[in-house]
C-alpha cells in the first residue's frame, strides 16, 4: 500500500530548516497534496522516493535524465575522472576535448564556456549580447523561463524594477509583436531570447513557426544584434545538432543545461565567431566551472548522442505514449490535449479550467507508480521501453477511471486555486 509518512516527517524537519520547506520548482508546492518531496534513489527509468515507493518517472528530474539514471558508460566516465581529480586549481584537459566535442556537432557554434546551471547560461548570454555593441535593450517572450536569476525570476520578490528596466516582452511566435519589440528598442537593440518551441508552464505548447524563426534572425542582422536560443530545457530531445537548425535557423549565441551531463552539474554558453570578442570581454567565473567530472560526464554523454539511437528511441516511445494515452483518454470519455515535441509531452485536459482532472489524474498515477506532470511538460528518456509505456498506461488507466466514477466531486487542487486567474 502507497504511503508517504517517511516523506511527511521530512517535509516537517525541512520546513523547519529549510525556508517553505524547499525552494524553486524542485519544490512540490504546485504539484498534487500528497506529492512526496524526497528521493533515495533512481536508477534508469525509475526513481524511488524516502518511503520506498518505485515510481516510472516522467520527469527526469525536469529534464537532466536523458539516456536514463545511472546510464553505465556515462557512470563509468564519471568514475574514471573521479579517481583522476575533480574539483583542481584549473580545469583538466577535458575542458578542451568538451569545447572541441560541442562546437563540433552544433552547427553555429565555434566556442563554448562551460558553468552549472542554465541560470548562469542565459545570464552570460544577455551580459554577451550587451557587451557585443554596448547596447542595453533585451528582448523576451512573455511568459517564457530562462532561470531564476533577478532579470528573470517568475517570482520578483527581492528584485527591482531596474533589474529589468531593459528588457521588452513580445508574444512568442509573433514576427508583428517582435517587430514592435525591436521598433521599442531603437537603436539600443542588444539581443533577443528565443524559446526552442513555447514551453510554459500549464499551457498547451506549440511549436516554432519557420517564418518566425527565420524572421527574428533577418532582423538581427539588419540590427546587429544577437539571437539567442535558450535550449536548456529542449537542448538534444529535438536534434543531435540545435533543435532551431531543424528549422534552417542559427543563432549567434546558445544556452545549454540539464541534459548535458545525463544528470551531472554542468552548462555552458555557446556561440559563433561574431560573438567570440564580447564573450571574451566579459567576466564571469565560478569555483566549480572547471570540476573535471561533470565534463567528462558531458563528453560521454555527447559521444553517446553521437553514436547510438537514442534520438529515434525517445521519438518512437514519446510517439507510442502520446497515441496510446490520448485513445485511453477518449475510451474514458476524455479529451486529453498532448502538445509540443513527443520527446516533451505537455498533457492537459479538455474543458479542465482550473486543472482539477489533472491533478486528480497525476495524483492516482503517483500514487500507483507513475510520476506524471499536471502542469509542467514531461521528458521521455532512452532507458525507456515499450514495456515501460504498457505498464504507465495500466496506471494512467486506473487514474482515468478514477476521475470517470469520481468526475461530480473531484474538487480543484487549492494550492493552485490562488495562482489562476480570476
Ligand atoms: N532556461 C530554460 C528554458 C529552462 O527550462 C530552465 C530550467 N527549467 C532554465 C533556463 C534554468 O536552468 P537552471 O534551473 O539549471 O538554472
Partial sequence: MW?????????????????????????????????????????????????????????????????GY?????????????????????????????????????????????????????????????????????????????????WNTPRPAGTLPEDRAHLIYFDYNDLDSFADAVKQAGDDFAGVFASPFRHDTFTDQTLPDAEYAAGVRRICDEHDALLIVDEVRAGFRLSRDLSWAEIGVDPDL??????????????????????????????????????????????????????????????????????????????????LRHTGPVTMPMVLFEDDPDYRFGYRFSDTAMRHGAWLSPYHNMFINAAMTPGDIERALEITAIAFDDIRRNRASVQPSAKIAALLPR
Fill in 3 to 67: 504511503s508517504n509518512a517517511q516523506d511527511s516527517a521530512l517535509q516537517e524537519r525541512a520546513r523547519a530548516v529549510i525556508p517553505n520547506g524547499m525552494w524553486g520548482h524542485q519544490s512540490v508546492a504546485l504539484m498534487p497534496e500528497s506529492t512526496p518531496q524526497f528521493f533515495t534513489r533512481a536508477q534508469g527509468t525509475r526513481l524511488w522516493d524516502a518511503d520506498g515507493n518505485e515510481y516510472l518517472d516522467f520527469m527526469c528530474a525536469y529534464g537532466p535524465n536523458l539516456l
Fill in 70 to 150: 545511472q546510464q553505465p558508460e556515462v557512470q563509468a566516465a564519471i568514475l574514471r575522472q573521479m579517481e583522476l581529480g575533480d574539483t583542481m586549481t584549473g580545469p583538466g584537459p577535458v575542458a578542451v576535448e568538451l569545447a572541441e566535442a560541442l562546437t563540433g556537432m552544433i552547427t553555429h557554434a565555434d566556442w563554448a564556456i562551460f558553468c552549472k546551471s542554465g541560470a548562469e547560461a542565459t545570464s552570460m548570454a544577455l551580459v554577451t549580447a550587451r557587451a557585443h555593441r554596448g547596447r542595453r535593450k533585451i528582448l523576451l517572450a512573455k511568459g517564457a523561463y530562462h532561470g531564476a536569476h533577478p
Fill in 254 to 335: 546558445s544556452c545549454w543545461g540539464k541534459v548535458l551531463g545525463n544528470g551531472q552539474p554542468i552548462s555552458c554558453l555557446l556561440g559563433n565567431d561574431k560573438a567570440r570578442k564580447a564573450a571574451g570581454s566579459i567576466f564571469v567565473t565560478g569555483s566549480f566551472w572547471f570540476s573535471a567530472v561533470p565534463m567528462a560526464a558531458a563528453l560521454e554523454t555527447l559521444r553517446l548522442i553521437r553514436e547510438t539511437d537514442y534520438l529515434e528511441r525517445i521519438r518512437e516511445i514519446g510517439t507510442m505514449f502520446r497515441q496510446r494515452l490520448v485513445q485511453q483518454a477518449a475510451e474514458y470519455g476524455f479529451g
